[in-house]
Each structure stands twice: as C-alpha cells, then as structure tokens.
C-alpha cells in the first residue's frame, strides 16, 4: 500500500464515495489508488466546478467531500469552491497533488504556496510527508466535520503520495456532537424570554441544517406554537407547507418580510449563522433570543437579550421538552401572512416569467425532489418562491455566493442519491459560465433536467445598475435577438420553450430521459424589478 492508497482507505471509511477533479501527472498516483480503492473519480470540466461538487455532497451526505487538483493553475481555480465550503459550512477535503518535495519552495513553473493561497478559505491547511498521513489524514477529517463544519486543505507531493505507506488508520471518523452544551442558566433565560413575548417568531438558519435530529426544530415550533420563517440555507428543515411557516427572508419581497417581523415583540434565532445575512439588516428593534453553536456576531444597535449557546441538538431538544409556552398568535394572521407574502412575488404578465417558470418546475418536481440552482435575481425569487419540503433538498451557495454553483450541485446531488429526482435552474449567464459541466452529467448518464432561464441579461446586475442610476453596459449576455438554441451542448438534447405548458413538457420529459435535457426558457424578467429587493 502506498500512501494514495492509504489516503483513499480513510476517505472510504470516513463514507466518502466520489471524489471531483481533472488529472494531471502529479494526480495521477491519487487517481489510481481511488479507482482500485473504491472511490468514484468524477472528471468535472473546471476545478470550479469540482469543488462545488465536492461541497455539494459534504452538504447533502453529512460526509466530506472530495475534490483533487494539480499544482498552480489547478489549485487557484480549486479555490472558488473551497471558499463556498468555508463560507456556506460544508465538510470537505481538498487534495493539491504538488510536485516532488525536493521542489518544493523554489522558484519553477506553476509555482504557488498552496498553503498560502488556502489558508484564508479553510479550516486548516496540512502538508502531507513520508511519515504522516495516516495523522494528517484523520486530523483532517476530524477537523471537517467539528462544528462549525468546513473544508481543510491537503498538500500531496508526488514522492509522498507514491511512497510506501507509513502507519495505519484508527478507524472510521464520524462527525461528534458539540463538547459544548448549553449551560441549564442558559436554557431557563431563553425560556423566560420566550414566556414573557406575545408575538415570538423563530427564524431558523444554516447552523441547524447540520443538526443530526432536524425533527427537534419541529417539536420545538409546534409545542410552543412559534410560527417561524427560515434563511436560503435552512429551507426544508420544516416543510415549507406547515401551517405556521411564513416563507423565506431577505430574498424577494424582503420588505415584506421585515414588515411583520417588525410586527413582532421577539426574534428566536436558532442556528442562525450571521454569514447568511447580519442581524442587524432586518431585525430593526425587536429583542433577540439566540440559540446557536457559538454566540452571533452582531452590533450594538441588535438587542440580544439571551443566549443558548453549544450543541443545537441538546439546547433545541430541551426547549422543545419543556411545558407549552403561550402566545397570543392567531393562527389566520400566520397563514394569511405567508399566503399575500406568495402572492406578492408572483404579479401578473401576458408573457413567461420567471416567477411562472419556477412555479411550473415545482409542479413537475416530485415532492422529495432535489433542487440545485445558481446564483443571480432569480436566486432571490426561488429562495422566497420554491417551497421545500425535506432538508438538504435545497441547494445553493448563499455565504460565498458565487455563480457556478447550479450545474455541479445537481451533478453530486444526483450521484449521492441516484434514485431522487434532481432538477437545476440558472440563469443564462451562469449557463454560459459551466456549460462545460453538461459532458459531465452525459459521461454519467445523469437524468437532470437544467433549466436555463434565459432573459439574455445578468439580471441581477441589471437591477443594481438601475437602482444607481448607472448606464446598463456590460451586463447584456446576448445582445442579438432571441434564436433557438442548438439541438444539442456537448450531445446533450437542448429544448426551447416560450411558454408554461412547453416547459411543463418539456420537464417531464426530461425526468424520464436517461440523461441530461437543457430546457432554455426564454422569460421576461422585468417583474424582478419590483420584487429582487423590494
């Protein structure tokens, strides 16, 4: 055994299963040992878009992910997901394979310091040599997969990694529970808190998406009556269905929003992680109760008035176990609060929008369906508009929020759960972005309809134009009058639809196909000038 294969035996008994990349020579001892060790190697068409595979399926398994790229220019695209990792919490392990250590550190081509360039956008960041693997191996593992969660770098040299192996792993690594726990001053504050409010609303975020009995949110917002909205992040941990469910903040129709929490006399965090948008932007002067991993990182205009702070699954369990706490909320003000949120998003147009776009992929999209899409105004729209109904079936980039995220996501959602039905929507500039990634699904036969919104403009950036008063210049994707699109991307069937009943079509098609379909949708997107940031 040498230490490749050591490193892919510890990866396999950690529960990874694919691992995400493009060869080079120095790669290619890593590669071998994966296809004889059991681990899938998934040839991505960008290191981009390995990496936000990778986090992807950290994500949607609870395992590490896995993402390998050669030196330099190999290693500076790699980082673009890695930062996602680190920013949106995902577990992962990313390999560098570098040259011979006797290289190392002198002045040749593709020269960087991969540590240097890593160290930012991990939890850490570990050279692998001769007489450490085995060590540096788990500590990484170990370090992914503490809380809070995140990505930890790996330096392979190729002498180290085709060595003879060194040591032995101590067995399967699995992700802990948080050493700390709330304190029971802790848990009676929080609860005093929430007794003394008339009007309490939770909101939860991504911190809870980890925890390892998301049911224990569901008993605390139903034994206390709490109606609850959620972040981007943490949709689906609660169906979005449920009667006391009021939808999405801070994506479309945020005012809405803020409105009614505004209404409300105390705002219960639990496992709100500030990275997905700070406190202070929505929370106006409504107390705080924070119920998290580690205290939040807010500014003195946010009125924290008490804090639980440690394992989200120990403090949410035993605030669900105590004694009902009151409240004087009227259950058709909850529900008739979520249903004019909804209907604000969706205004009215003789043509194919993208609100009506959304709305029909949902239809087609079975109930456990996963989603993977990308980054753009039509983020903000799905965020507030698609109702989830299981955790880790929403997917998106929201702490790093970098467009490239929807193709690759959908491909390692689709390859963890191969049996679910998993659908992509992006935006035609992100499309053009990762196009690449559609020979990707085709190599593995991957039955995932892609649903590009084509609007031929970055309507996000459209819309900041606008607001500033700004000329739109350089934000114009296609500029030339709408044409069909090609029979085919990388022998990939691409589909134009103009209208609702095309796309509804067109959809289930595509999930009964035995591969990818791009179905381009030309919308007007106009209505995201009222509803993107109002």
């Known amino acids: 055994m040498n230490n490749s294969d050591l490193m892919v035996k510890i ?37 981009g878009s390995a990496s936000f595979a990778a986090d992807s399926m950290g994500r949607v398994t609870g395992k590490p992910g896995l993402c390998i790229a050669t030196l330099g220019p190999g290693a500076t695209n790699l980082a673009t997901g890695v930062g996602s990792a680190y920013l949106d919490r995902s577990p992962m392990i990313a390999i560098t394979c ?43 593992i170990r370090i992914a997969l503490a809380e809070p969660q995140g990505p930890v770098h790996i330096d392979l040299p190729e002498d180290v990694s085709l060595a003879e192996a060194k040591g032995a792993p101590s067995g399967p690594i699995t992700a802990e529970a948080l050493a700390i726990k709330a304190s029971d001053a802790e848990i009676d504050g929080a609860a005093a808190r929430i007794a003394a409010a008339k009007r309490p609303v939770a909101v939860i975020g991504m911190s809870a998406m980890r925890m390892g009995d998301p049911a224990k949110l569901l008993a605390f917002i139903e034994k206390h009556n709490m109606p609850f909205a959620t972040t981007t992040m943490a949709k689906g941990l609660i169906d979005d269905d449920h009667p006391l469910a009021l939808g999405c903040i801070e994506r ?38 924070a119920v998290d991993i580690e205290s939040p990182d807010i500014v003195d205009s946010v009125k924290l008035e008490a804090e639980a702070i440690g394992d989200l699954d120990d403090a949410v369990g035993r605030l669900a176990a105590l004694p009902t706490i009151a409240n004087s909320w009227d259950a058709a003000e909850v529900t008739g ?51 989830a109904h299981d955790p880790r079936t929403f997917l998106i980039t929201n702490g790093w929020s970098s467009m ?30 990762t196009c690449g990634e559609l020979a990707t699904m085709r190599r593995s036969n991957l039955a995932i309809p892609v649903v590009v919104l084509d609007d031929r403009w970055l309507s996000l950036i459209q819309i900041k134009q606008h607001k500033r008063q700004y000329e739109q210049y350089g934000s114009n994707v296609e500029p030339e009058p709408y044409r069909e699109p090609p029979s085919h991307y990388f022998n990939v069937p691409a589909i134009g639809v103009r209208d609702g009943a095309a796309l509804e079509a067109a959809l289930k098609t595509a999930f009964e196909s035995d591969g990818p379909t791009v179905i381009e949708a030309v919308v007007d997107a106009g209505h995201y000038f009222d509803t993107v940031f109002d």
């Open 404 to 433: 490239g995220f929807g193709l690759p996501g959908a491909i390692a959602a689709k390859l963890a759960h191969p049996d679910k039905p998993v659908v992509c929507i992006l935006g035609d500039g992100c499309f053009q972005m």
């Open 252 to 289: 479309a129709r945020r005012q809405v929003q803020r409105k009614f929490i505004h209404s409300c006399d105390l705002v219960v965090g639990l496992g709100y992680d500030t990275i997905e948008v700070e406190y202070e932007a929505w929370i106006g002067d409504v107390p705080l109760v």
């Open 337 to 387: 609060h979520a249903a004019a949120f909804q209907a604000s998003l969706r205004p009215s147009v003789p043509v194919l929008t993208p609100h009506e776009a959304i709305d029909v992929v949902r239809k087609v999209t079975p109930h456990d369906g996963i989603l993977s899409f990308d980054v753009g105004a039509h983020t903000h729209q799905i965020a507030s508009q698609w109702p």
């Open 98 to 140: 570098n040259l011979n250590t006797p290289l190392l550190g002198r002045r040749i081509q593709m020269l960087i310091d991969h540590h240097a360039l890593f160290k930012p956008i991990t939890k850490a960041t570990l050279a692998a040599r001769h007489d450490n693997v085995a060590e540096v191996m788990e500590e990484a």
């Open 11 to 47: 990866l396999k008994d950690a529960g990874v299963t694919h691992g995400f990349g493009i060869p080079s020579g120095n790669v290619l001892p890593f590669i071998e040992a994966m296809r004889k060790g059991g681990v899938e190697f998934v040839l991505t068409a960008h290191e």
